[in-house]
Every structure is written in C-alpha cells, then in structure tokens.
C-alpha cells in the first residue's frame, strides 16, 4: 500500500490528506460554528447599540444640566462679581469632576474670570459657541477644543448675561470633559476587554474607555474611521487602535455639524468575548474529534515525512546549495511521481546550468586575458568620485604602478597628470561629464620613477536609466615614443631649414671673414704692442668660423665618409682625451665596452657625438668625483652605446627642446652641441634616446645593426 501510495500524484496526495483531517472537522463544527456564531454576534450589536444609545443619552442629559446650571448662574446678580463669582466656579468644579472649567466672557470675549483662574489674560471671542451665544442670547453649544488653561480636550457650552433690558453684559462658559464621557462606561458593566470611544471626523480618538490616556491622541484604524464617520453601516467588525478585534456599534453626537469637527461615539467587544460560548462547544467537539482523527494524523505524518516532506527537503537543500552556486549537488532522488518528475527537471536543469557556466567562465576568461594582455591601460572607475574598479596589469608598464595601488582611491590618476597640463585636462573632463561626450584627450603624467610619460586617453561615459552617468570606461595608450618621433621630425624640419640657410649664407660670412684674419695677422706682426688684442680678435673669429662649420654640420642630411669600423676602437682613442677633461673637473670616467661587431661608421662624426655627449655629461656633474660612464652592448638588431652622468638630472620642461639647435641652458653655450649629435645620429641612420631622473641622465645612442 505504501509502495502504492508513493507512485500517485501530488494533487491525490494532497487530497487524501486533506480529506482524512478536514472531513471529520466539518462535518462536525460547519453546522454548530455557525449557527452560534450568528446568535452570538447579533447579541454582541444589541449590546453595543445599547451602550451607544445609554451614552448618547447620558451626553443629551449632561447638555441639559449644563444648560440650567448656567441660566441659574446668570439669573443671579451677583454673577459678575468677580470675587464671588471665583469662589462659587470653584465650589462647582468640586461638585461637578465632568467640567474642566467655569467662567465669565465680556462681551468682547475677554476672560474676566474663571475657575481653575488663568495666570495669562485670554480671549476667546472667535469662539463659535461664544459667538452665537452673543448673537442669539442663547445657550449655545461650541465644537471640542483644548483648553489653553487646563489642556484638556473639552466641549464649550455658552450662556449670555443679560440685564433687564435684555442687553448682554457677558457670556457664562464651561467645559465639558470629553474623558467624561466614556469614563462613565464602568457604569454599564462591559464585558471584559470591551471599550466606549470618542472620536472626532477626522478620527482622532478624544476620550477612550479603558485606557484613556495611553490611546488619547491616536488615529482610529482606517476601516474602522470609514464605517463610523460615513454611516454607511451601523455596525462593524474591525480591528481596534490596540490591535483588538471587535464587534462596534457606532452614532454621531446630534449636537455637532457633519465635517471634520463632528464628533463620534462608538463602542466594542471583543470578537473572543463574544464567541465564548461557541468557542467551548468547538472545544468539547475538538476532543472527541482528536479521538476519531488521531489514527489518520498518524498515518499522515508517517506518509508525508516519508513521500513528500524528505523529497521536499532533499529539494529545498539542492535550491540552497544552487543559490550558493554549488553546481556539483543532485537530488539523488527517484523518478517516480510528480516529485520525482520535479527532481528530474532539477537535475537536468543543474546539468545544463553547469554546462553554461563552463562556457560563460571560459568566455570571461578569454576575454579577461584578452583585456590583461591588451598594449594599452585599460580600466573601469566609478562617478562622480573617480574610483578605479579595474585596471588592467598594462599600467605597471605604463606608469610603473601595479592595479592594486590604485584600485578603490578617488581621482587617484589626477594626482599623477603632470603639472603643467593638469589644468587642462580637469577642464576638458568636467566638459566631457557635463555634456555627456567621449573623454579623448593627450597629455603628460608622472611615472612613479619621476619620468614623464605622454598619454592618450579615449573614455567613454555608463548611463543609468534615468539616463545619469554613474561611470566612466576607457583606454589609456602610452605615445611617449610618438610624441618623440615627431619631435624629431620637427628638430629634422629645423635642420633642413638651418642647412639650406647655412649653404646659403657661410660663403658670404666666410670670406670676408678670412680676409679680415688675414690683416689681423698682419697688423699683429707689425704692432706688437697690441698682439694681445688682435690675438683675441682672431681667437673670436676661429670661434665664429667654428660655429659656422658646425651650423653646416647641422645641416648637412646625407651620411659620407662612412666606414666599416668598431665603436669600441673610436671610444678607446678618445679615453686619455675624455679622462683627462674629467681629471681638470675632478670626475671619473668608467669604461663598460662589450664585444661588438663592426658597423658603418663616420669616426670624425662619432668622435664628435662622443665627446659632445661626454662633455655635456662632465659638465651636468656639480659637485666633485661623479662618475662618467661610457658603455657599449647589443641587443636584438642594434648596436647601443650609453653615455651616462650622475648629475640632477633635466628639468621635465627641457626634454622636448633638447637638441634644437640654439638651445641651451649653459650661460657661454651655443646650443648647437646636441643638435649636432642629433644630426649625426640621423646621418648614420641611428636614433637617441633619454632617460633622467634626480640620480642623473643616460643618453643611449642606437645603431641599426643586422649583425646584432
């Protein structure tokens, strides 16, 4: 039978189920339950409307006291004797707890006195009750309020003062307590947990028996104001202000306009209260129910636990294990049944999403690898703050940082754009947020070993639906070597333009030059008394015809001369030269030459590339007994030679004007030193390189090689 049981579908099991419990239950209670329940409740509302209506009346009569107590207070002529007047509001509020207040208006409404007395002078003429009472000359009934002497929520009742001619010479007033209304409820002997309320149209509760002052201030529930307020019905069963359900009867004080000023009575009780009766026969049926049902809750609970709570279970803990993206777990359940069907499904389903997420992690890490090895710096931050989210490993090449420095640090890149253009490029970014464009711009930053490094960024701005940036992606490509490459064509434009200058004017500046060399030599011979003079004047025209040759040099654009040589044999005749400048400025010179192959080579060009580059590197060199260092290796298709000084190294803002020719920052220079070197480099088909820092400079001269 259980072996039946197991292979039948969930909706028969769920029936039998259902049927073995439930059937007894309503066969037995559907009858008794409601026959009760309708008797009970229908008592209930005449129990409710009868304490209504008992308050109703109590209100009624309380107006109709009022009403003479204070046309017998303004009959008596000593009522506006004010010393009187106190003493007697005074022995009235101690006969009569119900009032919260007794005294006298003028007619302007000004208080003349009143007991308990008011420390503060008040007025109360835009009163409502006081202004009919004065327009009318007669007892008058005004909207609740809160007293500004005692605080308490009370309705004002108004009677005029009239002398014998039927003028008003003032205006009686008292406060009813709301509070009084419902504190009287004990009288009635509710049932317990039963409650008598008062409530204003907007359903602010005013008075509450019991409890008055812990629900005095609060909002009745929404169902329950709609019913009283609206008088649709007469009576409801709702949710009280303490969370209590009830059965309520409800009616509006007759004495009050039908809007948010009205005020309204209703009572309750509790809905337990009232089934009691019907809830001990449930009780009694529910015993002998147990008896009769007992057999079949056990056999539900052996059935279920073992056919439909351990696979449900089981399943319930493979959805856990899935949510935990575990992908491994299976129901290792049997197929039978619509249980059985459902941990089929599960487990083709978790065979499928495994098979998914294999390719989707193979796709992530194609295309994670794909970004990492990208040649460029990628990278994701978040807006408005700039926070990198990810960088891609290129930026350690770029920057010298690793991503992990700079993952998680607001507007960390902004602090490493170099000085000049940092300006600039915070402008054209705002720009780009404020307009919604791509972010492309081309600027400088700071490696972390102090160099600077050229930049081009392309980035684009993440939209969020309400169309707000939220982000910002892009790449970020080092053209350090671009904006080098075309700082060289400039410096070759300018050679070209200083070679066809210098063809153009050194025959017309040389010779008269020589001329005039040739008289001075004359008159030096012939007035010696002035040899020391024409001997400078003739040292002054070597240095300009100097000049000139090495302005032809600058501009000459095609290699001759050229030979098969070693650059180590050139170095090695300049040694005792270069060492012995470095010894007059008290430097030393090192000498790193490796095994090289022999390369075309101008020596007269190259002994000049290499002094200029030693000179230059003695003369960077302040203090005493830096190191010159001459090197020479190859690497892959080219021969290098390294010349490099240990001085302070080049001011960011020189790199780019360094070998134009007539720059220089040396106060006897005639800046033609390195774009000679610059010219010879490009003569033998070579390019140079610079790398400074606060440690000193480096230049690295590359020939191309094949032999390499």
Not at 131 to 141: E, H, K, M, N, P
Not at 636 to 641: E, F, I, M, S, Y
Request: contains cysteine; aromatic residues 8%; proline residues 4%.
């Amino acid at each position: 039978m259980i072996r039946r049981f197991s292979k039948a579908s969930i909706k028969s099991k769920l029936i039998t189920l259902v049927l073995v419990i439930i059937m007894p239950v309503i066969l037995l209670l559907s009858y008794t339950f409601s026959e009760y329940r309708k008797v009970e409740v229908t008592q209930a509302q005449e129990n409710t409307k009868r304490l209504v209506t008992q308050a109703t009346e109590n209100y009624n009569r309380t107006i109709k006291c009022t009403k003479q107590m204070l046309q017998l207070l303004a009959l008596n002529p000593q009522v506006l004797n004010i010393d009187w007047s106190n003493e007697l509001y005074r022995s009235l509020l101690a006969e009569h707890p119900e009032y919260s207040i007794i005294g006298m208006l003028d007619v302007k409404g000004n208080l003349i006195c009143s007991a308990p007395q008011s420390t503060e002078p008040l007025n109360f003429f835009a009163r409502p009750a006081f202004q009919r009472a004065l327009q009318t000359g007669r007892f008058s009934i005004g909207e609740y309020y809160v007293g500004p002497i005692t605080g308490q929520t009370v309705i004002t009742f108004c009677y005029p003062v009239m002398d014998h001619n039927g003028k008003v010479n003032g205006v009686l007033f008292t406060g009813l307590k709301l509070s009084y209304l419902t504190d009287i409820a004990w009288q009635y002997k509710l049932p317990e947990g039963s409650s008598l309320t008062l409530c204003d149209g907007k359903g602010k509760i005013l008075a509450r028996f019991p409890d008055n002052d812990r629900w005095t201030g609060r909002t009745v529930p929404e169902a329950l104001r709609d019913a009283v307020v609206k008088g649709n019905v007469k009576s409801i069963q709702a949710l009280g202000v303490d969370g209590t359900e009830r059965i309520y009867s409800f009616t509006p004080l007759s004495s009050f306009p039908n809007n948010d000023r009205a005020l309204y009575i209703y009572s309750g009780i509790p809905k337990h209260v009232v089934y009691t009766t019907s809830n001990g026969i449930l009780q009694k049926n529910i015993t002998v129910i147990i008896i009769v049902t007992l057999a079949s809750v056990a056999l539900i609970l052996i059935s279920g636990t073992l056919h439909l709570l351990r696979p449900l279970n089981n399943l319930v803990k493979v959805t856990k294990e899935l949510s935990s993206a575990n992908l491994n777990v299976r129901t290792n359940l049997p197929y039978d049944g619509e249980i059985g069907l459902l941990a089929k499904s599960f487990d083709e389903m978790i065979i499928s999403l495994e098979k998914y997420a294999k390719k989707l992690e193979n796709a992530e890490r194609k295309y994670k690898s794909l970004v990492e090895q990208l040649p460029v710096v990628v990278y994701l931050s978040q807006l408005p703050d700039q926070k990198p989210i990810y960088i891609n490993p290129y930026l350690h090449k770029v920057l010298g940082f690793f991503a992990e420095e700079w993952l998680g640090k607001p507007k960390i890149w902004m602090e490493y754009i170099f000085i000049e253009d940092k300006e600039r490029v915070e402008e054209e970014f705002r720009n780009s947020v404020a307009n919604k464009t791509d972010f492309v711009s081309e600027y400088r930053m700071v490696h972390r070993n102090g160099q600077v490094v050229w930049v081009q960024e392309h980035a684009e701005l993440l939209f969020d639906e309400e169309g707000k940036s939220y982000a910002i992606q892009g790449i970020m490509q080092d053209i350090t070597e671009r904006k080098r490459y075309e700082n060289e064509l400039i410096k070759l434009d300018r050679l070209n333009l200083i070679g066809e200058m210098a063809a153009g004017i050194s025959h017309e500046v040389r010779n008269p030059m020589t001329t005039i060399r040739g008289f001075l030599q004359m008159l030096r011979e012939k007035e010696s008394r002035y040899k020391s003079y024409y001997d400078l004047m003739i040292e002054e025209l070597d240095r300009a015809n100097l000049i000139i040759t090495e302005f032809l040099s600058i501009g000459r654009s095609k290699p001759t001369g050229l030979e098969v040589q070693n650059l180590n044999h050139i170095i090695s005749s300049l040694i005792p030269l270069i060492k012995a400048d470095a010894a007059n400025q008290d430097k030393n010179l090192q000498i790193d030459i490796s095994e090289i192959p022999d390369i075309l080579l101008n020596e007269n060009e190259i002994r000049q590339l290499i002094l200029n580059l030693c000179r230059n590197g003695l003369e960077a060199m302040q203090q005493s007994g830096g190191y010159l260092t001459i090197r020479t290796y190859r690497d892959p298709n080219h021969l290098v030679l390294v010349v490099q000084d240990q001085g302070e190294g080049i001011k960011p803002e020189y790199l780019e004007k360094l070998g134009t020719p007539f720059f220089t920052t040396k106060d006897y220079g005639t800046g033609l030193g390195l774009g000679i070197c610059y010219s010879i480099a490009a003569r033998h088909n070579a390019t140079i390189s610079i790398d400074t820092g606060p440690k000193g400079t480096t230049f690295y001269v590359k020939f191309e090689c094949s032999s390499c």
